[in-house]
């Protein structure tokens, strides 16, 4: 209770490396804490509700898109 969940969307290769990385680098440096959750074809990202919109700004200004 109190989390949002967001998945990362699109075809993962294997071969890609540090999308998770990048995005929990984005939002820490607003200190913004995650849960991530990885599986074989996708992650997903928990953050406290309270923090959604910050979340989606900060990865808005890093060029990531975002919906709710």
Request: charged share 25%; hydrophobic share 45%; proline share 3%.
């Given at each position: 209770?109190?989390?949002?969940?967001?998945r990362i969307v699109g075809q993962m290769d294997f071969s890609l490396?540090?999308?998770?990385?990048?995005?929990?680098?984005?939002?820490?440096?607003?200190s913004?804490?995650?849960f991530a959750v990885s599986t074989y074809d996708t992650d997903y990202i928990?953050?406290?509700?309270?923090f959604v919109?910050?979340?989606?700004?900060a990865l808005e200004s890093n060029g990531w898109n975002f919906k709710i």
């Open positions: 209770d109190g989390w949002m969940g967001f490396v540090g999308i998770l990385a990048e995005i929990s680098k984005c939002l820490a440096e607003k913004i804490s995650i928990f953050i406290k509700k309270n919109k910050p979340a989606q700004d």
